[in-house]
């Protein structure tokens, strides 16, 4: 199982990089390495990873509807369905590259 820093270092560079398919822009003074960001930000994502840790640790796999599901819970539902493959398919390489096989 990964630490919450790795995760939340991993879902911060995959958010800078999915940001511009979904047509959104970073803003210049957030959009900085992990390494570069103010401490109490670094502080703030490794707790909110520790929290999704903490409640998905007990899960032996995960599957492409538990992606769904977290994105839906989260509430970021992308009406055309179309975008949803970027969505999943980063966070499918997301978890991946954590060492987290995501079955069909």
């Known amino acids: 199982m990964p630490k919450a820093e790795e995760l939340a270092e991993t879902?911060?560079?995959v958010y800078e990089k999915l940001a511009?398919?979904?047509g959104y822009k970073t803003r210049k003074r957030?959009?900085?390495h992990w390494d570069d960001l103010p401490e109490n930000n670094k502080e703030l994502m490794i707790a909110?990873?520790?929290v999704v840790l903490n409640k998905y640790s007990e899960i032996p796999e995960i599957t492409e509807k538990d992606l769904?599901?977290?994105a839906d819970e989260a509430e970021c539902r992308v009406e055309d369905?179309?975008?949803w493959s970027p969505l999943l398919d980063v966070m499918k390489e997301m978890l991946e590259e954590l060492g987290i096989?995501?079955?069909k």
């Open 11 to 13: 879902f911060h560079r």
């Open 20 to 22: 511009p398919k979904f």
């Open 30 to 32: 957030t959009r900085k």
């Open 48 to 50: 909110v990873a520790q």
């Open 68 to 70: 769904q599901a977290w």
């Open 81 to 83: 369905e179309k975008r």
């Open 101 to 103: 096989k995501v079955k």
